[in-house]
Protein backbone atom coordinates (compact mmCIF):
# COMPACT_ATOMS: atom_id res chain seq x y z
CA UNK A 1 0.00 0.00 0.00
CA UNK A 2 1.98 2.92 -1.52
CA UNK A 3 -1.12 5.46 0.05
CA UNK A 4 -1.68 7.08 2.83
CA UNK A 5 0.64 6.22 6.29
CA UNK A 6 -2.45 5.29 9.36
CA UNK A 7 -2.49 7.00 12.34
CA UNK A 8 -0.51 3.81 13.37
CA UNK A 9 2.65 4.39 12.05
CA UNK A 10 4.70 7.15 12.90
CA UNK A 11 6.17 9.37 10.17
CA UNK A 12 9.92 10.10 10.22
CA UNK A 13 10.53 12.11 6.81
CA UNK A 14 7.88 14.57 7.58
CA UNK A 15 8.89 15.43 11.31
CA UNK A 16 12.37 15.88 10.14
CA UNK A 17 11.51 18.56 7.97
CA UNK A 18 9.07 20.04 9.87
CA UNK A 19 6.35 19.97 7.41
CA UNK A 20 3.16 19.18 8.69
CA UNK A 21 2.40 15.25 7.74
CA UNK A 22 -0.19 14.59 4.71
CA UNK A 23 -3.72 14.23 5.29
CA UNK A 24 -4.50 10.49 5.06
CA UNK A 25 -5.20 9.91 0.92
CA UNK A 26 -4.00 13.42 -0.61
CA UNK A 27 -0.71 12.37 -1.46
CA UNK A 28 0.08 13.46 -5.02
CA UNK A 29 0.10 10.83 -6.86
CA UNK A 30 0.49 11.18 -11.12
CA UNK A 31 -2.91 10.61 -13.09
CA UNK A 32 -3.40 9.89 -16.59
CA UNK A 33 -3.53 13.45 -17.85
CA UNK A 34 -0.31 14.16 -16.18
CA UNK A 35 1.60 11.26 -17.97
CA UNK A 36 -0.29 12.53 -20.91
CA UNK A 37 0.72 16.08 -20.73
CA UNK A 38 4.33 14.42 -19.95
CA UNK A 39 4.21 13.21 -23.41
CA UNK A 40 3.43 16.45 -25.35
CA UNK A 41 5.54 18.21 -23.98
CA UNK A 42 8.85 15.64 -24.47
CA UNK A 43 7.07 15.76 -28.01
CA UNK A 44 7.49 19.19 -28.39
CA UNK A 45 11.20 19.35 -26.65
CA UNK A 46 12.29 17.05 -28.77
CA UNK A 47 11.03 18.89 -31.91
CA UNK A 48 13.08 22.04 -30.49
CA UNK A 49 15.98 20.60 -29.76
CA UNK A 50 16.35 18.59 -32.98
CA UNK A 51 15.33 22.14 -35.08
CA UNK A 52 17.40 24.23 -32.50
CA UNK A 53 20.35 22.06 -33.35
CA UNK A 54 20.67 23.17 -36.96
CA UNK A 55 20.86 19.41 -37.87
CA UNK A 56 17.65 19.58 -40.33
CA UNK A 57 16.73 22.58 -42.10
CA UNK A 58 13.75 24.82 -41.67
CA UNK A 59 12.61 23.13 -45.23
CA UNK A 60 11.98 19.51 -43.59
CA UNK A 61 11.15 20.46 -40.11
CA UNK A 62 10.22 24.39 -39.10
CA UNK A 63 11.02 25.31 -35.65
CA UNK A 64 8.36 25.22 -33.45
CA UNK A 65 8.34 28.53 -32.67
CA UNK A 66 8.32 29.30 -36.46
CA UNK A 67 5.18 27.13 -36.75
CA UNK A 68 4.00 29.64 -33.88
CA UNK A 69 4.21 32.51 -35.45
CA UNK A 70 2.91 31.10 -38.53
CA UNK A 71 -0.41 30.57 -36.21
CA UNK A 72 -0.12 34.62 -34.92
CA UNK A 73 0.28 35.63 -38.51
CA UNK A 74 -2.64 33.35 -40.23
CA UNK A 75 -5.07 34.66 -37.23
CA UNK A 76 -5.80 37.47 -39.06
CA UNK A 77 -3.41 37.63 -42.39
CA UNK A 78 -4.58 35.14 -45.17
CA UNK A 79 -2.49 32.41 -47.06
CA UNK A 80 -4.59 31.09 -50.33
CA UNK A 81 -6.58 33.83 -49.74
CA UNK A 82 -7.93 32.49 -46.65
CA UNK A 83 -6.95 33.47 -43.20
CA UNK A 84 -6.53 30.21 -41.04
CA UNK A 85 -9.86 30.44 -39.16
CA UNK A 86 -11.73 30.96 -42.30
CA UNK A 87 -9.84 27.62 -43.80
CA UNK A 88 -11.10 25.83 -40.81
CA UNK A 89 -14.64 27.04 -40.82
CA UNK A 90 -14.80 26.00 -44.50
CA UNK A 91 -13.50 22.17 -43.07
CA UNK A 92 -15.77 22.15 -40.01
CA UNK A 93 -18.47 22.75 -42.01
CA UNK A 94 -17.99 20.25 -44.38
CA UNK A 95 -17.50 17.75 -41.72
CA UNK A 96 -20.07 18.63 -39.63
CA UNK A 97 -22.65 18.49 -42.46
CA UNK A 98 -21.01 15.38 -43.06
CA UNK A 99 -21.49 13.40 -39.92
CA UNK A 100 -25.08 14.84 -39.62
CA UNK A 101 -25.71 13.09 -42.79
CA UNK A 102 -24.45 10.00 -41.52
CA UNK A 103 -25.73 10.37 -38.48
CA UNK A 104 -29.56 10.58 -40.15
CA UNK A 105 -28.87 8.13 -42.91
CA UNK A 106 -26.12 5.38 -40.23
CA UNK A 107 -28.00 4.72 -37.43
CA UNK A 108 -31.53 4.13 -38.88
CA UNK A 109 -30.39 1.96 -41.70
CA UNK A 110 -28.37 0.66 -39.24
CA UNK A 111 -31.21 -0.30 -36.57
CA UNK A 112 -32.76 -1.68 -40.07
CA UNK A 113 -29.90 -4.12 -40.78
CA UNK A 114 -29.50 -5.16 -37.03
CA UNK A 115 -33.12 -5.81 -36.52
CA UNK A 116 -34.01 -7.72 -39.91
CA UNK A 117 -31.68 -10.08 -40.51
CA UNK A 118 -33.03 -10.04 -44.92
CA UNK A 119 -31.49 -5.89 -45.04
CA UNK A 120 -27.97 -7.59 -43.18
CA UNK A 121 -28.06 -10.14 -46.25
CA UNK A 122 -28.78 -7.28 -48.87
CA UNK A 123 -26.50 -4.73 -47.86
CA UNK A 124 -23.42 -6.28 -45.99
CA UNK A 125 -21.77 -6.81 -49.42
CA UNK A 126 -22.44 -3.32 -50.62
CA UNK A 127 -20.89 -1.84 -47.39
CA UNK A 128 -17.84 -3.98 -47.09
CA UNK A 129 -16.99 -3.70 -51.25
CA UNK A 130 -16.98 0.17 -50.46
CA UNK A 131 -15.43 0.35 -46.91
CA UNK A 132 -11.64 -1.05 -47.29
CA UNK A 133 -11.75 1.36 -50.51
CA UNK A 134 -9.13 4.39 -50.30
CA UNK A 135 -11.31 7.58 -50.70
CA UNK A 136 -8.39 8.63 -53.23
CA UNK A 137 -9.76 5.53 -55.35
CA UNK A 138 -13.46 6.21 -55.90
CA UNK A 139 -12.97 9.95 -55.64
CA UNK A 140 -12.50 10.21 -59.10
CA UNK A 141 -16.00 8.55 -59.83
CA UNK A 142 -17.45 11.06 -57.42
CA UNK A 143 -16.26 13.70 -59.55
CA UNK A 144 -17.22 12.67 -62.74
CA UNK A 145 -20.94 11.66 -60.87
CA UNK A 146 -21.50 14.69 -58.92
CA UNK A 147 -18.86 17.36 -60.23
CA UNK A 148 -16.55 19.27 -58.43
CA UNK A 149 -18.39 21.29 -56.35
CA UNK A 150 -19.07 21.12 -52.51
CA UNK A 151 -21.06 17.98 -52.43
CA UNK A 152 -18.93 15.96 -53.72
CA UNK A 153 -16.64 17.21 -50.52
CA UNK A 154 -19.44 16.31 -48.31
CA UNK A 155 -19.97 13.02 -49.89
CA UNK A 156 -16.40 11.91 -49.62
CA UNK A 157 -15.94 12.94 -45.87
CA UNK A 158 -19.84 11.16 -45.69
CA UNK A 159 -19.46 8.08 -47.00
CA UNK A 160 -16.09 7.67 -44.86
CA UNK A 161 -18.35 8.13 -41.91
CA UNK A 162 -21.27 6.17 -42.57
CA UNK A 163 -19.53 2.76 -42.77
CA UNK A 164 -18.50 2.68 -39.07
CA UNK A 165 -21.80 4.38 -37.72
CA UNK A 166 -23.60 1.74 -39.78
CA UNK A 167 -21.89 -0.88 -38.95
CA UNK A 168 -21.64 -0.11 -34.84
CA UNK A 169 -25.52 0.69 -35.01
CA UNK A 170 -26.39 -2.99 -37.00
CA UNK A 171 -24.14 -4.53 -34.33
CA UNK A 172 -25.19 -2.83 -31.14
CA UNK A 173 -28.66 -3.89 -32.20
CA UNK A 174 -28.31 -7.03 -32.56
CA UNK A 175 -26.30 -7.72 -29.54
CA UNK A 176 -29.14 -6.13 -27.20
CA UNK A 177 -29.46 -9.21 -24.40
CA UNK A 178 -32.04 -11.66 -25.85
CA UNK A 179 -33.01 -11.65 -21.82
CA UNK A 180 -34.15 -7.71 -21.25
CA UNK A 181 -36.03 -8.34 -24.90
CA UNK A 182 -37.91 -11.27 -23.58
CA UNK A 183 -38.30 -9.78 -20.01
CA UNK A 184 -39.79 -6.58 -21.43
CA UNK A 185 -41.48 -8.43 -24.12
CA UNK A 186 -43.14 -10.65 -20.99
CA UNK A 187 -44.28 -7.22 -19.72
CA UNK A 188 -46.05 -6.45 -22.08
CA UNK A 189 -43.57 -4.56 -24.93
CA UNK A 190 -45.13 -4.17 -28.24
CA UNK A 191 -42.86 -4.62 -31.61
CA UNK A 192 -42.44 -1.21 -31.51
CA UNK A 193 -41.74 -0.32 -27.90
CA UNK A 194 -39.10 -2.83 -27.47
CA UNK A 195 -37.28 -0.97 -30.12
CA UNK A 196 -37.87 2.10 -28.29
CA UNK A 197 -37.23 1.29 -25.00
CA UNK A 198 -35.19 -1.92 -24.90
CA UNK A 199 -32.97 -2.28 -28.11
CA UNK A 200 -32.38 1.46 -28.98
CA UNK A 201 -30.93 2.63 -25.78
CA UNK A 202 -29.14 -1.21 -25.07
CA UNK A 203 -27.62 -0.19 -28.58
CA UNK A 204 -26.55 3.83 -27.56
CA UNK A 205 -23.64 3.34 -26.11
CA UNK A 206 -21.93 1.36 -29.21
CA UNK A 207 -23.68 3.75 -31.67
CA UNK A 208 -21.93 6.47 -30.20
CA UNK A 209 -18.97 4.73 -30.36
CA UNK A 210 -19.18 4.13 -34.12
CA UNK A 211 -19.77 8.26 -34.65
CA UNK A 212 -16.57 8.87 -32.64
CA UNK A 213 -14.81 6.28 -34.92
CA UNK A 214 -16.47 7.74 -38.05
CA UNK A 215 -15.44 11.18 -37.00
CA UNK A 216 -11.43 9.67 -36.85
CA UNK A 217 -12.20 8.44 -40.76
CA UNK A 218 -13.80 11.76 -41.64
CA UNK A 219 -10.54 13.60 -40.93
CA UNK A 220 -8.68 11.20 -42.47
CA UNK A 221 -10.16 11.95 -45.55
CA UNK A 222 -10.49 15.72 -45.90
CA UNK A 223 -7.53 16.46 -47.01
CA UNK A 224 -8.40 14.04 -49.76
CA UNK A 225 -12.19 15.83 -49.92
CA UNK A 226 -10.75 19.07 -50.39
CA UNK A 227 -8.63 18.29 -53.14
CA UNK A 228 -11.96 18.82 -55.24
CA UNK A 229 -11.19 22.32 -56.79
CA UNK A 230 -11.47 23.76 -53.55
CA UNK A 231 -10.58 27.30 -52.20
CA UNK A 232 -10.80 26.91 -48.96
CA UNK A 233 -10.24 24.38 -46.38
CA UNK A 234 -7.65 23.26 -43.76
CA UNK A 235 -6.77 20.10 -46.09
CA UNK A 236 -6.28 22.62 -49.18
CA UNK A 237 -4.20 25.04 -47.17
CA UNK A 238 -1.73 22.09 -46.48
CA UNK A 239 -1.75 20.86 -50.28
CA UNK A 240 -1.32 24.18 -51.91
CA UNK A 241 1.93 24.80 -48.75
CA UNK A 242 3.31 21.48 -49.79
CA UNK A 243 3.22 22.43 -53.81
CA UNK A 244 5.23 25.51 -52.43
CA UNK A 245 7.45 23.87 -49.83
CA UNK A 246 5.88 26.23 -47.21
CA UNK A 247 6.58 23.52 -44.92
CA UNK A 248 5.42 25.67 -41.32
CA UNK A 249 2.03 26.12 -42.99
CA UNK A 250 1.76 22.40 -43.86
CA UNK A 251 2.82 21.32 -40.10
CA UNK A 252 0.46 24.39 -38.91
CA UNK A 253 -2.55 22.53 -40.62
CA UNK A 254 -1.71 19.37 -39.72
CA UNK A 255 -1.48 20.28 -35.78
CA UNK A 256 -4.83 22.42 -36.08
CA UNK A 257 -6.62 19.18 -37.80
CA UNK A 258 -5.25 17.27 -34.98
CA UNK A 259 -6.29 19.83 -32.08
CA UNK A 260 -9.99 20.14 -33.55
CA UNK A 261 -10.37 16.29 -34.39
CA UNK A 262 -8.71 15.73 -30.53
CA UNK A 263 -11.25 18.45 -29.01
CA UNK A 264 -14.72 17.09 -31.31
CA UNK A 265 -13.46 13.61 -29.74
CA UNK A 266 -13.38 14.71 -26.01
CA UNK A 267 -16.75 16.16 -26.53
CA UNK A 268 -17.67 13.34 -27.84
CA UNK A 269 -16.40 11.29 -24.63
CA UNK A 270 -18.19 13.57 -22.86
CA UNK A 271 -21.42 12.65 -24.36
CA UNK A 272 -20.96 9.17 -24.07
CA UNK A 273 -20.67 9.32 -20.40
CA UNK A 274 -23.51 11.51 -19.83
CA UNK A 275 -25.48 9.81 -22.31
CA UNK A 276 -24.65 6.10 -20.91
CA UNK A 277 -22.85 6.48 -17.59
CA UNK A 278 -23.68 2.30 -17.48
CA UNK A 279 -21.63 1.31 -20.56
CA UNK A 280 -18.33 -0.36 -19.02
CA UNK A 281 -20.45 -1.41 -15.63
CA UNK A 282 -21.22 -4.45 -14.51
CA UNK A 283 -24.83 -4.60 -15.20
CA UNK B 1 -58.65 -23.70 -9.72
CA UNK B 2 -55.10 -23.93 -11.69
CA UNK B 3 -53.95 -21.13 -13.11
CA UNK B 4 -51.16 -22.61 -15.63
CA UNK B 5 -52.04 -26.14 -17.07
CA UNK B 6 -49.44 -28.36 -19.03
CA UNK B 7 -50.36 -31.48 -20.66
CA UNK B 8 -48.29 -33.87 -22.09
CA UNK B 9 -45.65 -31.16 -23.22
CA UNK B 10 -42.80 -32.14 -25.55
CA UNK B 11 -40.13 -29.57 -27.23
CA UNK B 12 -37.59 -30.65 -29.65
CA UNK B 13 -35.20 -28.55 -31.17
CA UNK B 14 -34.95 -27.78 -35.24
CA UNK B 15 -31.80 -30.66 -36.41
CA UNK B 16 -31.92 -32.19 -32.55
CA UNK B 17 -33.11 -35.99 -32.71
CA UNK B 18 -33.52 -36.11 -28.58
CA UNK B 19 -36.51 -33.97 -27.48
CA UNK B 20 -35.43 -31.00 -24.78
CA UNK B 21 -38.78 -32.16 -23.01
CA UNK B 22 -40.81 -35.14 -23.43
CA UNK B 23 -43.98 -35.69 -22.24
CA UNK B 24 -43.98 -32.84 -18.85
CA UNK B 25 -47.59 -32.45 -17.35
CA UNK B 26 -48.01 -30.24 -14.68
CA UNK B 27 -50.66 -27.17 -12.77
CA UNK B 28 -50.19 -24.29 -11.24
CA UNK B 29 -52.56 -22.54 -8.70
CA UNK B 30 -52.75 -18.90 -7.99
CA UNK B 31 -51.59 -20.31 -4.03
CA UNK B 32 -48.64 -22.58 -5.00
CA UNK B 33 -45.34 -22.51 -5.44
CA UNK B 34 -44.06 -24.30 -8.25
CA UNK B 35 -40.15 -25.46 -8.12
CA UNK B 36 -38.38 -27.35 -11.40
CA UNK B 37 -35.46 -29.07 -9.75
CA UNK B 38 -32.65 -31.07 -11.74
CA UNK B 39 -29.20 -30.75 -13.07
CA UNK B 40 -28.06 -28.33 -16.21
CA UNK B 41 -29.72 -30.37 -19.77
CA UNK B 42 -32.77 -31.32 -17.89
CA UNK B 43 -35.02 -28.97 -19.89
CA UNK B 44 -35.99 -26.95 -16.71
CA UNK B 45 -35.38 -23.69 -19.10
CA UNK B 46 -37.10 -24.69 -21.94
CA UNK B 47 -40.05 -25.51 -19.64
CA UNK B 48 -40.13 -21.47 -18.20
CA UNK B 49 -39.52 -20.67 -21.65
CA UNK B 50 -42.87 -22.17 -23.15
CA UNK B 51 -44.70 -21.39 -19.70
CA UNK B 52 -43.32 -17.59 -21.13
CA UNK B 53 -44.37 -17.80 -24.25
CA UNK B 54 -40.72 -17.91 -25.94
CA UNK B 55 -41.00 -21.05 -26.85
CA UNK B 56 -43.39 -23.37 -28.94
CA UNK B 57 -44.43 -26.33 -27.87
CA UNK B 58 -43.26 -29.39 -30.64
CA UNK B 59 -46.32 -31.62 -28.63
CA UNK B 60 -48.91 -30.90 -25.62
CA UNK B 61 -50.32 -27.65 -24.94
CA UNK B 62 -49.78 -25.30 -22.15
CA UNK B 63 -52.93 -23.28 -21.24
CA UNK B 64 -53.04 -19.76 -19.08
CA UNK B 65 -56.62 -19.81 -17.40
CA UNK B 66 -58.14 -22.19 -20.25
CA UNK B 67 -56.73 -20.50 -23.23
CA UNK B 68 -53.75 -21.45 -25.43
CA UNK B 69 -50.46 -19.60 -24.65
CA UNK B 70 -48.66 -18.68 -27.82
CA UNK B 71 -46.95 -15.66 -27.16
CA UNK B 72 -45.28 -13.54 -24.27
CA UNK B 73 -48.49 -11.84 -22.27
CA UNK B 74 -48.48 -9.76 -19.49
CA UNK B 75 -50.38 -12.25 -16.86
CA UNK B 76 -46.85 -14.63 -17.12
CA UNK B 77 -43.78 -12.04 -15.74
CA UNK B 78 -40.13 -13.71 -16.48
CA UNK B 79 -37.75 -12.66 -13.33
CA UNK B 80 -34.12 -13.90 -15.26
CA UNK B 81 -30.93 -14.97 -13.23
CA UNK B 82 -29.28 -11.47 -14.39
CA UNK B 83 -28.74 -9.25 -17.48
CA UNK B 84 -32.63 -8.03 -17.67
CA UNK B 85 -33.03 -4.85 -15.86
CA UNK B 86 -32.55 -1.48 -17.73
CA UNK B 87 -29.66 0.15 -16.63
CA UNK B 88 -30.16 3.47 -18.45
CA UNK B 89 -33.31 3.33 -15.77
CA UNK B 90 -33.35 3.87 -12.22
CA UNK B 91 -34.78 1.35 -9.61
CA UNK B 92 -38.30 3.20 -9.50
CA UNK B 93 -38.36 3.22 -13.22
CA UNK B 94 -37.49 -0.24 -13.20
CA UNK B 95 -39.94 -1.33 -11.46
CA UNK B 96 -42.54 1.06 -12.86
CA UNK B 97 -41.29 -0.18 -16.89
CA UNK B 98 -44.26 -3.02 -17.11
CA UNK B 99 -47.23 -0.48 -16.21
CA UNK B 100 -46.11 2.14 -18.57
CA UNK B 101 -45.51 0.17 -21.84
CA UNK B 102 -49.03 -1.39 -20.67
CA UNK B 103 -50.49 2.58 -20.63
CA UNK B 104 -51.83 2.04 -17.11
CA UNK B 105 -52.85 5.40 -15.27
CA UNK B 106 -49.95 7.51 -13.62
CA UNK B 107 -51.59 7.86 -10.16
CA UNK B 108 -52.77 4.10 -10.29
CA UNK B 109 -49.05 2.97 -11.37
CA UNK B 110 -47.17 5.80 -8.73
CA UNK B 111 -49.25 3.85 -6.08
CA UNK B 112 -48.58 0.67 -7.29
CA UNK B 113 -44.73 1.13 -7.91
CA UNK B 114 -44.62 2.55 -4.34
CA UNK B 115 -45.91 -0.36 -3.13
CA UNK B 116 -43.96 -3.16 -4.69
CA UNK B 117 -40.57 -0.83 -3.59
CA UNK B 118 -41.90 -1.11 0.00
CA UNK B 119 -43.25 -4.46 -0.41
CA UNK B 120 -39.67 -5.81 -1.29
CA UNK B 121 -37.57 -3.59 0.80
CA UNK B 122 -36.64 -1.29 -2.35
CA UNK B 123 -38.22 2.52 -1.24
CA UNK B 124 -34.27 4.01 -0.15
CA UNK B 125 -33.00 2.96 -3.37
CA UNK B 126 -35.80 4.03 -5.81
CA UNK B 127 -33.50 6.62 -7.44
CA UNK B 128 -30.50 4.45 -7.47
CA UNK B 129 -29.45 2.98 -11.12
CA UNK B 130 -29.26 -0.38 -11.12
CA UNK B 131 -25.89 -0.69 -12.04
CA UNK B 132 -25.02 0.91 -8.49
CA UNK B 133 -26.73 -2.00 -6.76
CA UNK B 134 -25.24 -5.25 -5.49
CA UNK B 135 -26.60 -8.72 -7.24
CA UNK B 136 -29.54 -8.78 -4.47
CA UNK B 137 -30.72 -5.83 -4.69
CA UNK B 138 -31.05 -5.96 -8.48
CA UNK B 139 -32.93 -9.85 -8.26
CA UNK B 140 -35.15 -7.62 -5.81
CA UNK B 141 -35.80 -5.12 -8.69
CA UNK B 142 -36.18 -7.87 -11.17
CA UNK B 143 -38.71 -9.00 -9.12
CA UNK B 144 -40.29 -5.93 -8.05
CA UNK B 145 -40.92 -5.38 -11.72
CA UNK B 146 -42.17 -9.01 -12.56
CA UNK B 147 -45.21 -8.08 -9.20
CA UNK B 148 -45.96 -4.45 -10.05
CA UNK B 149 -47.05 -5.29 -13.65
CA UNK B 150 -49.95 -6.95 -14.19
CA UNK B 151 -48.93 -10.20 -13.77
CA UNK B 152 -50.81 -13.42 -12.26
CA UNK B 153 -47.92 -15.66 -12.61
CA UNK B 154 -44.42 -15.74 -11.47
CA UNK B 155 -42.05 -16.89 -13.67
CA UNK B 156 -38.63 -16.94 -12.22
CA UNK B 157 -35.67 -18.51 -14.05
CA UNK B 158 -32.69 -19.47 -11.49
CA UNK B 159 -33.38 -16.11 -9.52
CA UNK B 160 -30.79 -16.30 -7.04
CA UNK B 161 -28.21 -18.70 -8.95
CA UNK B 162 -25.59 -16.08 -9.14
CA UNK B 163 -25.77 -15.15 -5.70
CA UNK B 164 -23.72 -15.31 -2.14
CA UNK B 165 -24.79 -18.22 0.07
CA UNK B 166 -25.71 -15.41 2.37
CA UNK B 167 -28.14 -13.21 0.25
CA UNK B 168 -29.28 -15.94 -1.03
CA UNK B 169 -31.08 -17.35 2.08
CA UNK B 170 -32.27 -13.73 2.56
CA UNK B 171 -33.83 -13.47 -0.80
CA UNK B 172 -35.85 -16.89 -0.29
CA UNK B 173 -37.12 -15.62 2.79
CA UNK B 174 -37.94 -12.72 0.30
CA UNK B 175 -39.54 -14.40 -2.17
CA UNK B 176 -42.12 -15.87 0.84
CA UNK B 177 -43.28 -13.07 1.87
CA UNK B 178 -43.75 -11.44 -1.11
CA UNK B 179 -45.42 -14.93 -2.85
CA UNK B 180 -48.15 -15.07 0.43
CA UNK B 181 -48.79 -11.26 0.11
CA UNK B 182 -48.92 -10.61 -3.93
CA UNK B 183 -51.16 -13.71 -4.29
CA UNK B 184 -49.42 -14.79 -7.49
CA UNK B 185 -49.00 -18.47 -8.50
CA UNK B 186 -45.04 -18.65 -8.70
CA UNK B 187 -42.92 -21.07 -10.68
CA UNK B 188 -39.47 -21.49 -9.80
CA UNK B 189 -36.55 -23.42 -11.68
CA UNK B 190 -33.48 -24.03 -9.87
CA UNK B 191 -30.57 -26.59 -9.38
CA UNK B 192 -29.84 -25.96 -5.68
CA UNK B 193 -31.99 -28.54 -3.92
CA UNK B 194 -32.19 -27.20 -0.30
CA UNK B 195 -33.90 -24.20 -2.24
CA UNK B 196 -36.08 -26.24 -4.00
CA UNK B 197 -36.89 -28.18 -0.74
CA UNK B 198 -37.73 -24.73 1.63
CA UNK B 199 -39.72 -22.70 -1.14
CA UNK B 200 -42.05 -25.45 -2.85
CA UNK B 201 -45.63 -26.07 -2.10
CA UNK B 202 -44.92 -28.43 -4.91
CA UNK B 203 -41.33 -29.97 -6.37
CA UNK B 204 -41.11 -31.57 -9.51
CA UNK B 205 -37.99 -33.03 -10.25
CA UNK B 206 -36.31 -33.74 -13.74
CA UNK B 207 -34.07 -35.20 -15.44
CA UNK B 208 -31.85 -35.05 -18.73
CA UNK B 209 -32.12 -37.28 -22.13
CA UNK B 210 -34.61 -36.45 -22.46
CA UNK B 211 -35.92 -33.90 -20.27
CA UNK B 212 -39.10 -35.17 -18.16
CA UNK B 213 -39.78 -35.21 -14.62
CA UNK B 214 -39.10 -37.98 -12.96
CA UNK B 215 -40.44 -37.50 -9.38
CA UNK B 216 -42.85 -35.09 -7.68
CA UNK B 217 -43.07 -34.07 -3.95
CA UNK B 218 -45.04 -31.83 -1.94
CA UNK B 219 -42.32 -30.38 0.53
CA UNK B 220 -44.12 -28.78 3.72
CA UNK B 221 -41.21 -26.91 5.14
CA UNK B 222 -42.37 -23.17 3.15
CA UNK B 223 -45.53 -23.62 5.33
CA UNK B 224 -43.49 -24.48 8.31
CA UNK B 225 -41.63 -20.62 7.75
CA UNK B 226 -44.70 -19.24 7.07
CA UNK B 227 -46.18 -20.29 10.33
CA UNK B 228 -43.16 -18.33 12.33
CA UNK B 229 -40.31 -21.58 12.59
CA UNK B 230 -36.42 -20.27 11.94
CA UNK B 231 -35.19 -20.67 8.82
CA UNK B 232 -32.13 -22.45 10.23
CA UNK B 233 -33.89 -24.93 12.29
CA UNK B 234 -35.80 -26.30 9.46
CA UNK B 235 -33.20 -26.43 7.55
CA UNK B 236 -31.46 -28.23 9.74
CA UNK B 237 -34.36 -30.48 10.30
CA UNK B 238 -33.72 -34.29 10.22
CA UNK B 239 -36.54 -34.40 7.90
CA UNK B 240 -35.05 -31.71 5.53
CA UNK B 241 -31.57 -33.29 5.71
CA UNK B 242 -33.00 -36.81 5.09
CA UNK B 243 -35.23 -35.37 2.15
CA UNK B 244 -32.44 -33.46 0.30
CA UNK B 245 -30.39 -36.37 0.77
CA UNK B 246 -32.79 -38.54 -1.06
CA UNK B 247 -33.26 -35.92 -3.96
CA UNK B 248 -29.78 -35.99 -4.16
CA UNK B 249 -29.77 -39.76 -3.96
CA UNK B 250 -31.74 -39.49 -7.00
CA UNK B 251 -30.05 -37.04 -9.14
CA UNK B 252 -27.00 -38.71 -9.03
CA UNK B 253 -28.94 -42.44 -9.92
CA UNK B 254 -30.16 -40.58 -12.97
CA UNK B 255 -26.78 -39.00 -13.64
CA UNK B 256 -25.50 -42.62 -13.60
CA UNK B 257 -28.16 -44.32 -15.84
CA UNK B 258 -27.38 -41.79 -18.00
CA UNK B 259 -23.56 -42.77 -18.09
CA UNK B 260 -24.28 -46.36 -18.41
Redesign the interface.
Known amino acids: MSTSPTTLIAVPDSLDTGTPPAPAGRRWQPQATHWAALSIAGLLLSWWALTASGLIAPLFLPPPQAVLARFGELLAGSYMDATLPQHLLASLQRMLLALLAAVVVGIPLGIVIGVFPLARHLLDPVIEFYRPLPPLAYLPLIVIWFGIGEASKVLLIFLAILAPVLIATAHGVASV?P??Q?????????RW?LLR??IL?GA?PEIITGVRIGLGAGWSTLVAAELIAATRGLGFMIQSAAQFLVTDVVVLGIIVIALVAFALELGLRRLQQRL???HG??? | MSLLQVDKLGVTYPGQSQPALHQVSLSLARDELLVALGPSGCGKSTLLGVL???IAPSQGRVLFAGQPVT????E?????QH??????LNVHDNVA??LK??GADAAARERIVADTLRLVGLADVATK???QLSGGMRQRV?IA??LA??SQVL?LDEPFGALDAFTREQMQQLLLRVWQQSQRGVFLITHDIEEALFLATELVLMSPGPGRIVQRLRPTFNQRYRAGEDVRAIKSDPAFIALRESLLHSLFRQGHEEAA
Open positions: SLRQAALSLGASQHVPLTPWQPH | AGFAPGVRAVVFDALLPWFGLQRTWGRASRL
